[in-house]
């Protein structure tokens, strides 16, 4: 994984489809990310002594993938809705929805679209425009295949891991939350399911 790269939530999700797998169909297929088996996590340092963990409640997306064909098929795009941040503890959520951070009512969502892919049949690295507070910047983090196969109700799945170092600063948030907050895990565990 390129481990510190400047870049912020979201989406994530961000975090998909991209040319792994082993046992799927032959060629690219639309896939759309279950919100019910997946999660984007984030957490940041509190004060430098321990981690602030939340996450986002609220994504929806899709991707394309082709477990075995070209590099050039795959792709997601996933829009997360910013106002749906949850770290368990209503004030500070408040706190970090509003106008001194990240202002969700100006910005209520952020988006990841990808633009390329480099890597083999047990993941690599996705790069993609991360969108938030107004601001688009490329972005690249690695990602897994965890599995793929049919599913109980005669659906076909796929899920990926991935996660990436963002530095808020990039985005224009500048509020001080303390030593070692200057930059924040974001982890998307994502299940998408075949359409």
């Known amino acids: 994984m390129k481990s510190r790269l400047s870049s912020i939530f979201v989406v994530a999700a961000m975090a998909a ?53 070209e590099l050039a098929d795959q792709s997601i ?18 706190h970090l929805r509003g106008g ?3 202002d969700v009512d100006t910005h209520p969502t952020a988006r990841f679209v990808s633009t390329g892919f480099d890597g083999d049949a047990s993941g ?15 972005i690249a983090f690695e990602v897994t ?14 899920g990926f891991e991935g996660s990436f170092v963002l530095t808020p600063a990039d985005f224009g948030l500048n509020y ?5 907050a200057e930059q924040v895990i974001v982890e998307m565990l994502i299940e998408a399911v075949k359409q």
């Not at 940041?44 to 986002?56: I, N, P």
């Not at 409640?57 to 082709?66: A, K, L, S, V, W």
């Not at 001080?176 to 070692?180: V, Y």
């Open 77 to 94: 795009d996933v829009t997360i809705d910013t106002t749906s941040l949850d770290t368990n503890h209503a004030t500070r959520d408040r």
């Open 145 to 158: 295949l965890i599995g793929e196969g049919g599913d109980p109700w005669g659906g076909y799945r796929a």
């Open 124 to 138: 690599g690295i996705l790069t993609g425009d991360l969108t938030f507070m107004g601001e688009t910047r490329s």
């Open 17 to 69: 489809g991209l040319q792994f797998g082993t046992i799927a169909p032959a060629q690219a297929a639309d896939y759309e990310i279950d919100t019910a088996h997946s999660f984007i996590n984030f957490r940041t340092l509190h004060l430098g002594y321990s981690w602030l963990v939340g996450r986002f409640n609220r994504f929806e997306g899709g991707m394309t993938f082709d477990s075995g064909g």
């Open 176 to 180: 001080n939350l303390g030593p070692g």
């Open 100 to 102: 001194r951070y990240l």
